[in-house]
C-alpha cells in the first residue's frame, strides 16, 4: 500500500506537535507536583489528567460516528456553531487524531508518570512500602480509570454525538468570535 506523502506529511507534523505538547505538558506537570511537594495534589493532578484523556476521547469518538447531514441543515439557517461543526466533521480525522492520538495518548504517558512520581513519594515516606507492589497497584489503577472512564465515554459519545459536536461546535465558534482566529480552514 502506498503511502502519500502529503499524508506522511501531515503525520510528521503531528509527531512533532506531538513531541512538544507532551514536553511542555510533562514539565508544567512535574514541576506542580515538585513545587507541592504533596501527594494529595499530585493525586489530584492524576485524576485531572486521567479525566482530561477520557474527556478528549469522548470527543474524538463522537466526531468518528458524526454525519454530516443535520449539521448542513442547521448550517443553511445560520444556528451559531453549526457552520464550525460542519467543517470540525468534514475534518473528522484530525479532530479524532488530535482528541483520541495526541490528548489522550499524553494523558496516558502523563499519568503513568505522575503515579511513578507519587510511587517514589510514598516510597521515602514510608520506608517499608513494597516499591514494586506499589508500583503495580498504581499502574493497575491508572489503567483500570482510564480504560472504564473510556468505556464510559465512547458509551456516551455514541448515544449523544450530535449534542457533543454541537457543544464543541459552539465552543469553536465562540472562541472564534472571541480572537478571529479560524480555528480549520476548509479543507475539503
Do not use: H
Not at 521515602?124 to 499502574?139: H, I, S
Amino acid at each position: 500500500m502506498y503511502i502519500q506523502r502529503s499524508n506522511l506529511i501531515s503525520a510528521l507534523i503531528v509527531a512533532f506537535l506531538t513531541f512538544f505538547v507532551a514536553l511542555m505538558m510533562s514539565l508544567g506537570s512535574e514541576a506542580l507536583v515538585r513545587a507541592v511537594n504533596s501527594i494529595i495534589i499530585a493525586l489530584v493532578l492524576l485524576f485531572v489528567i486521567i479525566f482530561l484523556g477520557i474527556f478528549f476521547d469522548t470527543i474524538g469518538t463522537a466526531f468518528a460516528a458524526a454525519v454530516l447531514p443535520p449539521f448542513n441543515a442547521k448550517a443553511a439557517k445560520k444556528i451559531f456553531g453549526a457552520k464550525q461543526a460542519v467543517k470540525l466533521i468534514r475534518n473528522a480525522d484530525l479532530v479524532a487524531n488530535f482528541c483520541n492520538d495526541m490528548v489522550g495518548d499524553i494523558s496516558g504517558t502523563l499519568s503513568g508518570a505522575i503515579g511513578a512520581g507519587i510511587v517514589v513519594s510514598l516510597a521515602r515516606q514510608f520506608q517499608t512500602l513494597d516499591l514494586v507492589l506499589a508500583g503495580a497497584v498504581m499502574t493497575s489503577l491508572i489503567a483500570a480509570l482510564t480504560v472504564g472512564g473510556k468505556a464510559i465515554g465512547k458509551y456516551i459519545a455514541l448515544n449523544n454525538t450530535n449534542n457533543i459536536i454541537e457543544s464543541v461546535a459552539r465552543t469553536v465558534a465562540w472562541w472564534e468570535m472571541a480572537t478571529g482566529i479560524e480555528l480549520l480552514k476548509n479543507r475539503r
